[in-house]
Nanobody
Protein backbone atom coordinates (compact mmCIF):
# COMPACT_ATOMS: atom_id res chain seq x y z
CA UNK A 1 0.00 0.00 0.00
CA UNK A 2 0.99 3.60 -0.49
CA UNK A 3 0.93 6.12 2.34
CA UNK A 4 -0.47 9.56 1.54
CA UNK A 5 -0.07 12.91 3.30
CA UNK A 6 -1.94 16.01 2.19
CA UNK A 7 -0.83 19.59 2.78
CA UNK A 8 -1.57 23.10 1.62
CA UNK A 9 -5.00 23.70 3.09
CA UNK A 10 -5.94 26.88 4.86
CA UNK A 11 -8.29 29.83 5.22
CA UNK A 12 -8.75 31.97 2.11
CA UNK A 13 -11.25 34.47 0.77
CA UNK A 14 -13.67 33.87 -2.07
CA UNK A 15 -11.93 34.30 -5.40
CA UNK A 16 -8.53 33.30 -4.07
CA UNK A 17 -6.42 30.37 -5.18
CA UNK A 18 -4.85 27.53 -3.24
CA UNK A 19 -2.70 24.54 -4.19
CA UNK A 20 -2.97 21.29 -2.33
CA UNK A 21 -0.23 18.68 -2.38
CA UNK A 22 -0.36 14.99 -1.62
CA UNK A 23 2.97 13.29 -0.97
CA UNK A 24 3.17 9.54 -1.35
CA UNK A 25 5.53 7.02 0.15
CA UNK A 26 5.66 3.29 0.15
CA UNK A 27 4.94 1.27 -2.97
CA UNK A 28 5.49 2.82 -6.37
CA UNK A 29 3.41 5.99 -6.62
CA UNK A 30 3.50 5.94 -10.39
CA UNK A 31 1.63 2.62 -10.36
CA UNK A 32 -1.60 4.20 -9.15
CA UNK A 33 -4.13 6.52 -10.66
CA UNK A 34 -4.85 9.22 -8.09
CA UNK A 35 -7.83 11.24 -7.03
CA UNK A 36 -8.99 14.08 -4.85
CA UNK A 37 -12.19 14.00 -2.84
CA UNK A 38 -13.76 16.38 -0.36
CA UNK A 39 -16.25 16.24 2.45
CA UNK A 40 -18.06 19.19 3.93
CA UNK A 41 -19.72 19.04 7.37
CA UNK A 42 -22.98 17.16 7.23
CA UNK A 43 -22.47 16.13 3.61
CA UNK A 44 -21.34 12.98 1.86
CA UNK A 45 -17.86 12.64 0.45
CA UNK A 46 -17.70 14.14 -3.04
CA UNK A 47 -15.47 13.29 -6.00
CA UNK A 48 -13.32 16.23 -7.05
CA UNK A 49 -10.73 15.07 -9.57
CA UNK A 50 -8.96 12.05 -11.07
CA UNK A 51 -5.65 11.64 -12.87
CA UNK A 52 -4.27 8.56 -14.59
CA UNK A 53 -0.78 7.09 -14.27
CA UNK A 54 1.07 9.47 -16.55
CA UNK A 55 -1.15 12.51 -16.14
CA UNK A 56 -2.52 12.35 -19.64
CA UNK A 57 -6.13 11.79 -18.61
CA UNK A 58 -8.03 13.80 -16.03
CA UNK A 59 -11.64 13.98 -14.90
CA UNK A 60 -13.39 16.50 -12.67
CA UNK A 61 -16.55 16.75 -10.66
CA UNK A 62 -19.11 19.13 -12.10
CA UNK A 63 -18.79 21.51 -9.16
CA UNK A 64 -15.10 22.21 -9.86
CA UNK A 65 -14.78 21.92 -13.66
CA UNK A 66 -12.99 24.88 -15.12
CA UNK A 67 -11.67 26.05 -11.72
CA UNK A 68 -9.59 23.16 -10.37
CA UNK A 69 -6.68 21.35 -12.02
CA UNK A 70 -5.18 18.05 -10.94
CA UNK A 71 -1.60 17.18 -11.84
CA UNK A 72 1.12 14.80 -10.72
CA UNK A 73 4.87 14.64 -10.60
CA UNK A 74 5.90 10.99 -10.50
CA UNK A 75 9.54 11.92 -9.91
CA UNK A 76 8.48 13.66 -6.69
CA UNK A 77 5.80 11.11 -5.74
CA UNK A 78 3.31 13.95 -5.45
CA UNK A 79 -0.12 14.80 -6.80
CA UNK A 80 -1.42 18.35 -6.77
CA UNK A 81 -4.77 20.10 -6.84
CA UNK A 82 -4.66 23.69 -8.05
CA UNK A 83 -7.82 25.43 -6.95
CA UNK A 84 -8.72 28.78 -8.50
CA UNK A 85 -11.72 31.09 -8.10
CA UNK A 86 -12.56 29.48 -4.78
CA UNK A 87 -16.10 29.77 -3.47
CA UNK A 88 -17.48 29.39 0.05
CA UNK A 89 -19.12 26.15 -1.06
CA UNK A 90 -15.65 24.72 -1.69
CA UNK A 91 -15.14 24.66 2.07
CA UNK A 92 -14.41 21.07 3.08
CA UNK A 93 -11.77 18.61 4.17
CA UNK A 94 -9.89 17.54 1.06
CA UNK A 95 -8.50 14.03 0.76
CA UNK A 96 -6.24 12.43 -1.79
CA UNK A 97 -6.57 8.76 -2.59
CA UNK A 98 -4.83 6.09 -4.64
CA UNK A 99 -6.82 3.82 -6.92
CA UNK A 100 -5.52 0.43 -5.88
CA UNK A 101 -6.74 -3.02 -6.99
CA UNK A 102 -8.17 -1.68 -10.22
CA UNK A 103 -11.40 -0.15 -8.96
CA UNK A 104 -10.94 0.47 -5.26
CA UNK A 105 -9.68 3.68 -3.67
CA UNK A 106 -7.63 1.66 -1.26
CA UNK A 107 -5.28 4.25 0.23
CA UNK A 108 -6.34 7.59 1.70
CA UNK A 109 -4.59 10.52 3.30
CA UNK A 110 -5.65 12.11 6.57
CA UNK A 111 -7.14 15.16 4.85
CA UNK A 112 -6.45 18.87 4.82
CA UNK A 113 -8.98 21.56 5.71
CA UNK A 114 -9.87 24.23 3.17
CA UNK A 115 -12.05 27.09 4.36
CA UNK A 116 -13.27 29.79 1.98
CA UNK A 117 -14.78 32.89 3.51
CA UNK A 118 -17.24 35.12 1.67
Amino acid sequence: QVQLVESGGGLVQAGDSLRLSCAASGRAFSSYPMGWFRQAPGKEREFVAYINLNGGTTYYGDAVKGRFTISRDNAKNTVYLQMNSLKPEDTAVYYCAALTDGSSWGSWGQGTQVTVSS
